[in-house]
């Protein structure tokens, strides 16, 4: 398997645009993360989804965040509109039963301007 | 709030000299607790994890990690450090049979030196 794959890997965007985040997990894990990762804040959950269904999005900071998981091979973490707060490293992993490791991916480095 | 603290945010040692990293956590259950590496530019990999048993487990490159419920250590150590295990590390948590979110520790950033 080639483990958790996103893109893209670098996304630079000026303030106001629309930026779309893409994540495909590994086949057959049927929970899938958003991480969040900036040097104030470290490490952050955004939202997870079980069997393709929102399960947590308490950590969404703002409605201008959404994710959609339309199927079990694809997820989207949407920001509109970006601002240059948003600028981070933002994870997708995915794991396959209850209380089992997560495998990440490589992330996305988002950069707002 | 259940919450993971790695105290040392910088560490630096020299090749082949012994390492510990420390964590700490807080919870009344014992939790499920994970050690993650992340080099420069990459994702997070899971290096170790425990669960239940054994309170020393074994993981991969070298690294070892000891459970001590009467400290709230998960401690990660390895005895001879190599260039390449400079990178930060990352203790990670999430109680057992609850949600399944990670709660992770702010990192400790590994330095090696020749």
């Known amino acids: 398997d080639a483990g958790v794959i996103q893109s893209p890997r670098h996304e630079v965007t000026e303030m106001g645009q629309e930026v779309t985040l893409r994540c495909k997990p590994i086949s057959g894990h049927d929970y899938l993360f958003w991480y969040r990762q900036t040097m104030m804040r470290g490490l952050e959950l955004l939202i997870y989804f079980n069997n393709n269904v929102p399960i947590d999005d308490s950590g969404m900071p703002e409605d201008r965040f959404s994710a959609k998981m339309p199927n079990a091979s694809f997820s989207t973490l949407k920001i509109q509109p970006s601002e240059p707060r948003d600028s981070a490293v933002y994870f997708c992993a995915s794991s396959n039963r209850e209380n089992t490791e997560a495998f990440f991916g490589q992330g996305t480095r988002l950069t707002v301007v | 709030a259940q919450s993971v603290t790695q105290p040392d945010i910088h560490i630096t040692v020299s090749e082949g000299a012994s390492l510990e990293l420390r964590c700490n956590y807080s919870?009344?259950?014992?939790?499920?607790l994970f050690w993650y590496v992340q080099s420069p530019g990459q994702g997070l990999q899971l290096l170790l994890k425990?669960?239940?048993?054994?309170?020393l487990v074994q993981g991969i490159k070298g690294f070892e990690a000891e459970f001590k419920r009467s400290q709230s250590s998960f401690n990660l150590r390895k005895p001879s450090v190599h260039w390449s295990d400079a990178a930060e590390y990352f203790c990670?948590?999430?109680?057992?049979?609850?949600?399944?979110?990670?709660?992770f520790g702010s990192g400790t950033q590994l330095t090696v030196l020749p």
């Open positions: 425990y669960f239940s048993g054994d309170t």
């Open positions: 990670a948590r999430y109680p057992p049979g609850s949600a399944r979110q990670l709660t």
């Open positions: 919870y009344g259950a014992t939790p499920y």
